[in-house]
Each structure stands twice: as C-alpha cells, then as structure tokens.
C-alpha cells in the first residue's frame, strides 16, 4: 500500500517539485501515474523509493514511515519494492540468468531458492531459451522484460515501473504493459509512470495525473482495448 498524505517537496534551491499531494494507492491495484516532463513524476518515485524524503507530509509504502525510516532499514524496504527502470540498469557482464539471480543473491538467497524463482520467472517472461545471452545480444524489448523478471524474482507486494516503455520500439511497448498487468492479476500492486497519454488511454484503468506538481486528475478510465 502506498499513501501520500500532504506531501510537497522542494529541492535545495527552493524549487517546488509537488505540492500537497493526497494519494493513495491499495494493496492490488494498477495505477498509471501520467504527466508531461517536470510535472513531478520523477519526484514522486523518488518519494517511494526512499532516495529522498519530504520537506513537508507523510509517505508510506508497504507499511514503513519513510519519514521516520532510519538508513540502517532502507535496504530491508526497499526489498519490498521491484523497480523497473527505463534505461533497464542490467549488468552487461553478467547472463541474463544471472542477473536476474543477483537480486536474489544480495538478500542471501539460498542456491536452492535462486534454482528455483530464477527459471520461473523467466519462464514467465517468456526468456527461459535467453538464460546463457548477455544483455548486449537481446533486443530492448527482451531487455526490459529481463529488468522486469529481476523486478519480480523475490515476490514484492509493489511493483513501481518507471517509464518502462520508454526505451523500446512502440510495438514492444504493449507487451511489456500487458506482462506488467498479468502481474497485477496475480495480486501485486503495480504503479506505472509513463508520458505516453495514448497507452495509458488504450489500457484503461486508474489514471493519476500530475502537473505542475499537483494531481490534477485521479479517476478510473475505459480502454479502448475492453471492447476487443
């Protein structure tokens, strides 16, 4: 579960990024977070990621204070959390199983619990014959789909995609939207924040809205893709 609660945060040169948002987003939902560049999308993950605090309200996420959370505990949170990146952040010496296999081994995984998730998962993205490649010999949407089975290998509750489209050809674009929902289906909560406006108008769903640092609209949407 997410909540903002009165947030507003301010850079060190005073700049306003956001300004009093109320958010709230429960356990299992998908929500699009949408707005043009500099409307505050970025501020808000780094909100929910922990990588900076607000100047004034309260985060929560998964059930900790980000507030009050004390750096000894950032790590233990941010477990909790996947994180789909738009510029993928895979390591390119490494194989495709292994680097879905590192985010399970910096949590002292066992060999018998990383023989297990890391096939599934890539099974699940439809990778399982990609296992021995290296990032540099997949295409980007193959790679996005290998940071999105890192994301998902050790089973978090939250799932926040941050602009994970934006990197790959638009036919890959839809695919990666539909894993990311087929995801959601199985009970993790996923926030998606994106720029593309016919996307999210295609999937329909929850659409929060920022711009100039407030939420301007937060509503439930058709997709043109319901009637298909």
């Known amino acids: ?20 948002i109320n958010l709230r987003v429960d356990n299992g939902e998908f929500a699009f977070i949408v707005g043009s560049s500099g409307a505050g999308k ?12 607000a100047t004034e309200g309260t985060v929560i996420v998964n059930g900790y204070n980000l507030n009050r959370l004390r750096n ?19 390591i390119p010496n490494m194989t495709v199983y292994d680097n879905v296999a590192f985010s399970l081994r910096v949590t002292d995984a066992s060999t018998k619990l990383i023989r297990q998730q890391v096939p599934y998962v890539l ?4 990778l399982q014959d990609k296992a021995r490649k290296f990032p540099y010999e997949l295409s ?10 890192r994301a998902l290998v050790n089973d978090p509750p939250l799932i926040i ?7 790959i050809d638009p036919e890959f674009s839809y695919e990666i939207v539909e894993m990311l929902r087929g ?23 929850r659409t929060i809205n920022i711009e100039d640092g407030v939420v301007v609209f937060d509503d439930y949407i058709g997709g043109a893709n319901e009637s298909k």
């Open 140 to 149: 980007g949407g193959e790679q996005q789909r290998v940071a999105l089975a």
């Open 72 to 90: 000894s505990q950032i790590p233990k949170f941010r477990r909790s959390i996947g994180v789909v990146f738009q510029d993928f952040r895979l």
């Open 123 to 126: 099974e699940l993205m439809e």
């Open 42 to 53: 970025s501020s808000i993950i780094k909100l929910l990621l922990r990588e900076t605090t």
């Open 183 to 205: 995801i959601n289906r199985c009970g993790t909560t996923i926030v998606m924040v994106t720029h593309e406006h016919e996307m999210v108008k295609y999937f329909g769903g």
């Open 161 to 167: 995609a941050d602009e994970p489209t934006g990197n």
């Open 1 to 20: 579960m997410i909540d903002l609660i009165n947030v507003s945060f301010s850079y060190e040169n005073g700049t306003e990024a956001l300004h009093d």
